[in-house]
């Protein structure tokens, strides 16, 4: 039996989906407290052409913006993929007290793989995790991204 996703999470897969039709890696994530969204965003890192113009960064910045302060306290972070170890020392550092991400990443992920980062004794703020919640929606998305990329003649974007 198939459970409905968290609305929040549905709404992070549903910005992946739309950068990915922009042509980004289709990532999306939204933070929220106590329920309410607080920020949202999609990766950017092709139109900015900014390599740290990651989904999760952009929502961070947009909620630190939205709130006036310099942390995150109280907020969760609902994320398409498992965090790369950049933006899991922005989560770290924002002090968001919950991650949720569907897909696990075993080649960039830095939460379950790779460095492991809230595991290392010098991070100094652990979130709650709360993995694998719409990683076959997300995994799906990642694929079929990668997929119609690899198949298009070279040259072409």
Not at 3 to 21: H, K, N, Q, V
Not at 42 to 71: C, Q, V
Not at 135 to 153: I, K, V
């Amino acid at each position: 039996m198939a459970f409905p996703l968290p609305e929040l999470m549905d709404r992070a897969l549903a910005l992946a989906e739309t950068g990915g039709e922009a042509g980004e890696v289709p990532v999306g994530a939204v933070i929220a407290r106590q329920g309410e969204l607080i920020a949202e965003a999609a990766n950017g890192m092709r139109a900015s052409g900014d390599p740290t113009d990651h989904a999760e960064m952009r929502a961070i910045r947009a909620a630190l913006a939205k709130l006036g302060t310099g942390r995150l306290d109280g907020c969760d972070l609902w994320v398409t993929l498992e965090p790369c170890a950049m933006c899991a020392g922005a989560i770290a550092h924002a002090r968001i007290d919950r991650l949720y991400y569907a897909a696990a990443d075993p080649k960039g992920g830095a939460v379950a793989h790779g460095p492991r980062f809230f595991s290392q004794p010098t991070c100094h703020h652990r979130p709650e995790i709360y993995a694998g919640i719409g990683e076959e929606r997300a995994g799906d998305l990642l694929r079929s991204f990668f997929a119609a990329r690899r198949a298009r003649p070279i040259g072409r974007v």
